[in-house]
């Protein structure tokens, strides 16, 4: 309620301050254990152990983490990959599904993991999400990966949805992969989803962007050492600049409205603007989100500004529909 009284500016800047403090205090377990899990603890060795590790603890964060209230999780096996469905328990629209590609630089992450993510993205949009445990390296380097999404993609249109019932969502390395798959679609000629939701996606694996230096001392998460050694693991002696390594370089034209969240203190800040203005160039409708101070894939974190970039997931489709 508006009292009609403002508090004096030095008061204001006091109790947000304040607010700001309390709210590190509660985040402060939670962001070491997420950036634990999140890349490598020793960023870049991809030793069986270590990866063993972190896969581990992701499968466990997954599941402590997710905010399931009034969300069904629903296991199942797609011709042997493990996939699942996060459905909103009450009142939700089953015309359309969101596709959900989760990140971890292609040798992490799996179900578990994707469960935080997804049920942020079925609670803001009310949409069915599938998500999939794709095939992770150096086990199965590229094209593994791309494989078993366009069997989940192929998935949804045996179920009967149509392409332009899909939002196609990823964060880091998953956003690498719903653009490739994208790519992907296009050269076989199919439809493209009805939409892209990318958060920090890793466009480029040349590494080429300025911000890969100039936000190594503040970013958080990621380190250049950790993606070279991701890069290297998936794609061992590949050229990366091709499009389904670097989706960056490839034909943008004709993609689907594109949502691109980032925030300012990651090494990926010049993916994501350089993947905005290629696809400005191709003329396919882009909206840039860059959040002050936040850090790669926030979205994942119990905080305001969390809750707030995922509020404008929901907007954002809502303005396609």
Known sequence: ??????????????????????EDRRLDPVMRALKAFHSAGTPESMEP???????????????LAAPMSDMEWEPFELDG??????????????????????????????LGYSRVLASKL???????????????????????????????WNHLMYLGYGARDIVMAGDSAGGNLALVLCHRLKAAGRKLPMALILMSPWADMTMSGE?????????PMLTPEYIRAARDAYAPGMDVGGADLSPLFGDLSHFP????????????????QRLTARLEEQRVPCRLEIWDDMWHVFQMFPMRKAAAAMENVGRFLLELL
């Not at 009284?5 to 800047?13: F, Q």
């Not at 911000?211 to 970013?219: G, H, L, M």
């Not at 691109?260 to 994501?272: C, M, P, R, Y």
Request: hydrophobic share 35%; proline share 6%.
């Open 49 to 63: 152990d270590e990866l063993e590790r972190q896969r581990k603890g992701q499968e466990i964060l997954g599941r």
């Open 81 to 110: 990959m493990p996939a699942a469905w996060m459905r909103p328990a009450h009142g939700h629209g089953r015309r359309h599904a969101i596709l959900y590609c989760h990140g971890g630089g292609y040798t992490s992450g799996n």
């Open 122 to 152: 079925a609670h803001v949009t009310g949409y069915d999400v599938l998500t999939f445990e794709y095939r992770l390296a150096p086990e199965h380097p590229y094209p593994a990966a791309v494989e078993d999404g366009l069997r989940a």
């Open 257 to 272: 409205p594109t949502l691109i969240q980032v925030g300012t203190h990651e090494i990926l800040l010049s993916d994501a």
């Open 211 to 219: 911000s890969y230096a100039q936000r190594a001392d503040i970013d």
């Open 1 to 22: 309620m508006d009292t009609g009284y403002e508090k004096p500016r030095g008061i204001a800047r006091h109790l947000s301050a304040k607010r700001q403090a309390a």
